[in-house]
């Protein structure tokens, strides 16, 4: 969500300079055919990921379950997220495939 800050900092990072031609790509970065038709744009992707509350949205029990259990915390902390809570019920989730 910080673009052109991130940019600029990995710009000076390699040795780049960076100009003051950023752009924001307003468009899905992805193209919209096979799994990534309807992908988010830049809009819809701050929409859902920057509220906390919609941040899950779209995930199965399974996915927060698998998720909880095998991200590097360490690495998601440094960064100022925390897992995915695990789904109300219990620490396993069946197989529904």
């Not at 900092?9 to 096979?34: H, L, M, N, W």
């Not at 809009?43 to 379950?65: E, I, N």
Request: net charge positive.
């Amino acid at each position: 969500f910080h673009g052109e800050e991130v940019t600029r900092k990995a710009c000076e990072c390699v040795g780049g300079i960076f100009t003051d031609d950023f752009q924001y790509v307003e468009d899905s970065a992805k193209p919209a055919r096979g799994i990534h038709k309807g992908a988010n744009g830049l809009v819809k992707a701050m929409m859902q990921y920057g509220d906390p509350k919609k941040r899950l949205v779209g995930y199965t029990d399974r996915d927060r379950w698998y998720s909880s259990k095998n991200m590097d915390t360490a690495l998601m902390s440094k960064y100022g997220y925390k897992p995915p809570p695990l789904p109300a019920g219990g620490n396993t989730v069946e197989d529904s495939s």
